[in-house]
């Protein structure tokens, strides 16, 4: 790997590969990568702008040699794996240092991108790196800004926003990241403001690295990472927001895509079939350390025939039902966007009068086939495509006399009754062993095919509610019926608020009234949650200056922290963070007048969740708008 502190935006992409399989075909860009660094396209306009440089000498930021150093750059698309020789940005967007790593609004007239820091350098010498904003004035890009967030004293790069524009989601090691690495960080677009950057959370963010993050236009999120293991350095994962907002990990995308050391930059396009990914892996075609590959999903489909018969007889049975349903697929991007109708869920199809239906199977995956037929026992079975197309006929024998019904689970709240959506249940034939995992729709249901003489158990999951398990015993009655329905009910997460603390008028001292018990309670809440770290934000009223305000609001944040670990609650859980007077929860900023009551709500630390492993439960800090504080101002 390349030197990453100086210049995150390049990590190096060491790759031992083939030609993609699996239906996939990767194709060098030719046209635009050099023989030194191509990586970060982003489609643009009708084609791509992506981040190249001259040299790959950069040990350190400033060089000595200006010719280290990345420009953006666009090129023309002329079919979708061929482009016009690139040219670089015009405007004021390359500057003399590293520009690169870009992502635009949905109107494509502003450019969020990232630049090492034009005003000043670390402790340790070095220029970070930060995001800017520019916007499109003719053909050149101006108006260049540094978003709020950046700092001299971290990176903050490789951005990416939502289809819409109003998520922005991108690195940074700022305090709080795990171990001082890389990790995903997002914030919202809010009347035109960005919003205080939030960690992705750690279900994506690891001890690790995570860099280069890409949303597509159903907003799932595709990131490099070398902490959550798999191939080996930075391997490209997948996730997605669930219900909640929470961002889940859907998972590694494996091979083809992931290799033997980094892979990055993976853009997916037209819901997963075709895209960009750069990588310096042995391809064949490559031009130098990393470039840019377009590539395409064109998955590999067989025909097959599914036979069904009489086990005892091997009688051909007519007009008995075949259904296929794909339980394991080949390939990631199946997973993620449904994978067509192949390697969809079929409607159940009937045997012809020779006991035989036609299919159509993926290579790579893998199918739960249920079939079935009046007065037969129905067979549920998984097998991959290769076992279904190993011969000419793939044999299913069914066994008489016995009796089937369609187990409908639904997944509740409870208390309340609400459906939860999409829960993975997963049932156990407690009589063979075998588990069926399906997921719930929208309304919280699924369903499936039971045997009456089997014993079986449901459990539903779903975070954050807590898990459930059903056992069915007495249900053979029903079940001859033709239809079971079990209503599987999780109960919610506890909700647990925290109370901003707040002060007097130029004062950081504890107030005994309100600011002690408020502490008090966060005592309590630690000690029964001992995983939660919380962190402590500094405000105050706008009377009086920047830098008196600044130091004020961090010795409020101190004062309230050397007073929970007063009480016994370890240091490393508290992070303090000072704000001055920058967030107001009103309009009583500088030169405004506003009554006392007014200002004290300025006058506080606002105390939120961090980080927690606690099942089950969710924190929430209480607004300050709906706290009455009665102001001790004489």
């Known amino acids: 790997m390349k030197n990453m502190k100086p210049l995150l935006l390049l990590l190096g992409l060491v790759v031992s590969s083939q030609l993609m399989a699996q239906g996939v075909e990767l194709k060098n860009i030719k046209e635009i990568n050099t023989k030194e660094l191509d990586f970060s396209p982003v489609p643009f306009g009708n084609g791509i702008i992506f981040t190249s440089s001259k040299s790959n000498r950069f040990l350190k930021c400033p060089s000595n040699n200006a010719g280290d150093y990345t420009d953006l750059k666009y090129a023309e698309k002329i079919t979708d794996s061929t482009f016009q020789k690139p040219v670089s940005l015009s405007g004021s967007v390359n500057g003399k240092y590293n520009d690169g790593s870009s992502t635009f609004n949905p109107a494509g007239n502003k450019m969020i991108f990232s630049r090492n820091n034009t005003s000043g350098k670390n402790d340790q010498n070095v220029i970070d790196l930060k995001l800017y904003s520019a916007d499109l004035v003719g053909d050149r890009w101006e108006n260049v800004e540094a978003l709020p967030f950046n700092s001299d004293d971290f990176s903050t790069c490789h951005p990416t926003l939502s289809h819409d524009g109003t998520l922005l989601i991108f690195a940074s090691n700022r305090p709080g990241s795990n171990n001082g690495s890389m990790d995903l960080y997002s914030a919202k677009l809010e009347n035109g403001v960005w919003s205080i950057p939030e960690s992705l959370g750690a279900a994506l963010n690891s001890t690790g690295n995570e860099l280069f993050p890409f949303l597509d236009e159903q907003g799932i999120l595709f990131f490099s990472s070398d902490g959550h293991g798999g191939a080996g350095g930075l391997d490209i994962f997948a996730a997605s927001q669930n219900t909640s907002g929470q961002w889940e990990m859907i998972g590694n995308l494996g091979d083809p895509w992931n290799q033997g050391s980094d892979d990055v930059n993976f853009v997916s396009l037209n819901g997963g079939t075709s895209g960009y990914l750069a990588s310096d892996r042995g391809h064949k075609d490559a031009q130098g350390m990393d470039d840019i590959y377009h590539w395409k999903y064109a998955p590999e489909d067989e025909e097959a025939t599914i036979l069904v018969v009489d086990k005892e007889t091997n009688e051909k049975l007519y007009e008995a039902s075949v259904e296929m349903t794909p339980t394991e697929y080949g390939n990631m991007l199946d997973k993620i966007y449904g994978g067509g109708l192949t390697a969809a869920k079929t409607a159940p199809m009937k045997t012809d009068r020779q006991g035989a239906v036609k299919v159509q199977v993926r290579k790579g995956t893998k199918y739960s086939i249920v079939s079935s037929k009046t007065d037969y026992k129905t067979d549920m079975r998984e097998v991959s495509a290769a ?248």
């Open 387 to 634: 076992e279904i197309t190993a011969k000419p006929e793939y044999i299913i024998p069914l066994v008489k006399e016995k009796y089937y019904a369609k187990l409908i689970v639904q997944v509740v709240e409870d208390p309340g009754g609400k459906p939860i959506p999409l829960a993975d249940i997963k049932i156990l034939d407690k009589t063979t062993g075998k588990v069926i995992s399906l997921t719930g729709d929208g309304e919280g249901m699924t369903n499936t095919q039971i045997d009456c003489d089997h014993v079986y158990e449901i459990t539903a999951s779903k975070r954050p509610y807590y898990d459930n398990t059903v056992t069915l015993a007495d249900y053979k009655i029903d079940c001859k019926d033709g239809e079971v329905k079990v209503v599987v009910r999780l109960k919610s997460p506890l909700i647990v608020i925290l109370e901003p603390i707040f002060y007097d008028f130029d004062r950081y001292y504890i107030r005994k009234r309100d600011a002690q018990p408020s502490l008090d309670s966060l005592i309590t809440i630690m000690n029964r949650y001992p995983s939660l770290q919380v962190r402590l934000g500094g405000h105050t009223d706008a009377r009086g200056t920047n830098q008196y305000n600044d130091k004020l609001a961090t010795n409020r944040a101190n004062s309230a922290k050397n007073y929970l670990t007063s009480k016994g609650i370890a240091a490393e859980r508290i992070v303090t963070e000072e704000f001055g007077e920058l967030n107001p929860v009103n309009n009583c900023t500088d030169e405004v007048f506003c009554e006392e009551k007014d200002h004290q709500l300025n006058r506080r630390v606002d105390v939120t969740a961090e980080r927690h492993q606690e099942g089950g439960v969710d924190f929430r800090t209480r607004p300050v708008t709906e706290m009455k504080v009665v102001s001790d101002r004489k």
